[in-house]
T-cell receptor, first 112, second 114 residues
Framework: RKEVEQDPGPFNVPEGATVAFNCTYS??????FFWYRQDCRKEPKLLMS???SGNEDGRFTAQLNRASQYISLLIRDSKLSDSATYLC?????????????FGKGTMLLVSP | EADIYQTPRYLVIGTGKKITLECSQT?????MYWYQQDPGMELHLIHY???????EKGDLSSESTVSRIRTEHFPLTLESARPSHTSQYLC?????????????FGQGTRLTVV
């Protein structure tokens, strides 16, 4: 079983749509969580951290469910510029050191 | 913008050559990482470092080696390149407060071994 699992998509949505991505992680000792965005042939960049109480940044809302080991990202009012791959990232301790584990990513394609 | 730089951006090289991919950051970050990513696939951690003279192998076995002699510099070396090493290599760094800090990525090196 992969440590971080995501539906690879692609999710094809029209502009203005609301879309949600899910991510599950296997290590219950995971301590922090992030969503990164990666454009085609570019490096990943942080979109937002995910906090236990859930958090929102403009059109983006992230939720964490520790009991189910599940993270979600909701994008409202999709824009063409939201087209990218969204990476779920989990941080956990390993022999006293923290490591980031990336999911494979979910591809989003927003069309006019 | 992140102050982490990778060179070269693109490299095409023959089988058997020795290559070094450079990664430098000017943010004073202790933690640095090398990831390998094939097109359309996930990032795989191949090496990491928590400071000077600290290097560890990542989850994905790699024939490459790394060194960390200076905080700002984390080069990756392949002694004898093979076509199976063709991939994108991404370097990243994080600050000391690791629980909630962002990883900054360089723009990557696209390596093609012919």
């Amino acid at each position: 079983r992969k440590e971080v699992e995501q539906d690879p998509g692609p999710f094809n949505v029209p502009e203005g749509a609301t879309v949600a991505f899910n991510c599950t992680y296997s290590n219950s000792a995971s301590q922090s969580f992030f969503w990164y965005r990666q454009d085609c042939r570019k490096e990943p960049k942080l979109l937002m951290s995910v906090y236990s109480s859930g958090n929102e940044d403009g059109r983006f809302t992230a939720q964490l469910n520790r009991a189910s080991q599940y993270i979600s990202l909701l994008i409202r009012d999709s824009k063409l510029s939201d087209s990218a791959t969204y990476l779920c990232v989990v941080n956990f301790m390993n022999s006293g050191y923290s490591t980031l584990t990336f999911g494979k990513g979910t591809m989003l394609l927003v069309s006019p | 913008e992140a102050d982490i730089y990778q060179t070269p951006r693109y490299l095409v090289i023959g089988t058997g050559k020795k290559i070094t991919l450079e990664c430098s950051q000017t943010m004073g970050h202790d933690k640095m990482y090398w990831y390998q990513q094939d097109p359309g696939m996930e990032l795989h951690l191949i090496h990491y470092s928590y400071g000077v003279n600290s290097t560890e192998k990542g989850d994905l076995s790699s024939e490459s080696t790394v060194s960390r002699i200076r905080t700002e510099h984390f080069p990756l070396t392949l002694e004898s390149a093979r076509p199976s090493h063709t991939s994108q290599y991404l370097c990243a760094s994080r600050d000391r407060d690791w629980l909630n800090t962002e990883a900054f990525f360089g723009q990557g090196t696209r390596l093609t071994v012919v």
